[in-house]
Structures are given as structure tokens and as C-alpha cells.
Nanobody, 122 residues
Framework: QVQLVESGGGLVQAGGSLRLSCAAS????????MGWFRRAPGKEREFVGV????????YYADSVKGRFTISRDNAKNTVYLQMNSLRPEDTAVYYC???????????????WGQGTQVTVSS
């Protein structure tokens, strides 16, 4: 079992930055790929990015590539999402997820956090 808790969301102006954290419980955190997803108002949840279990591989959605960076610290059981150059269209609830072979499909993830709200004002 893995429990995930996101933090770091908030209100930021366009062009600003935020860093989200996702703290995991359980001894097997380092065995999981960790993904970030988001759900904007009135839209389906969408993939943002994923980092492999070792941290050696990262993959991002085109909409955030070059602006968002995922990192992880397996010693702290934490994964991060650094968001720069934020845009109003980045406004959403952001979720972290864990899956042994998770990639860009939410069905590939077994565990989910409760989400944290990010609001970007214009």
C-alpha cells in the first residue's frame, strides 16, 4: 500500500512559479513510477508528467514541456513538480499517482493523492 499526500498548491499570478510536493508512505516508494495529472474545471483529468522509479527518466505532456520539471527524492519518499512560467490554463487540481509501470495513462496507476488546487490568475 502507498498513501500519497500532495501539498504546495495555491494562487499565483501568470508567469509565476509554484512547487508541488507529494509525500508517500510505505516502504516501496522507490519501486514506483510517479506521475502527475491535473483536472481543470469542466474537463477530464489529463496527464502532466511522469518520473521513473530511479529518477533517470522523465516524460512530459507537450502542454507543460519546458516549463514543468518533475524530480524525486527516494530517501524522503517525496516527488516534486516544479512549475514555472505558469499560465491561466494551468489552473487545475493537481494529483500525484504511483504505479509500478505508470506512464501517461491514468489506468496505469494504482495509488492516488487527494489533489491540491493550483489557480493562476491573469
Amino acid at each position: 500500500q502507498v498513501q500519497l499526500v500532495e501539498s504546495g498548491g495555491g494562487l499565483v499570478q501568470a508567469g509565476g512559479s509554484l512547487r508541488l510536493s507529494c509525500a508517500a508512505s510505505g516502504r516501496t516508494f522507490s519501486a514506483y513510477n510517479m506521475g502527475w495529472f491535473r483536472r481543470a474545471p469542466g474537463k477530464e483529468r489529463e496527464f502532466v508528467g511522469v518520473i521513473s522509479w530511479s529518477g533517470g527518466s522523465r516524460y512530459y505532456a507537450d502542454s507543460v514541456k519546458g516549463r514543468f520539471t518533475i524530480s524525486r527524492d527516494n530517501a524522503k519518499n517525496t516527488v516534486y513538480l516544479q512549475m514555472n512560467s505558469l499560465r491561466p490554463e494551468d489552473t487545475a487540481v493537481y494529483y500525484c499517482a504511483a504505479g509500478p509501470r505508470g506512464r501517461n495513462n491514468e489506468r496505469e496507476y494504482d495509488y492516488w493523492g487527494q489533489g491540491t488546487q493550483v489557480t493562476v490568475s491573469s
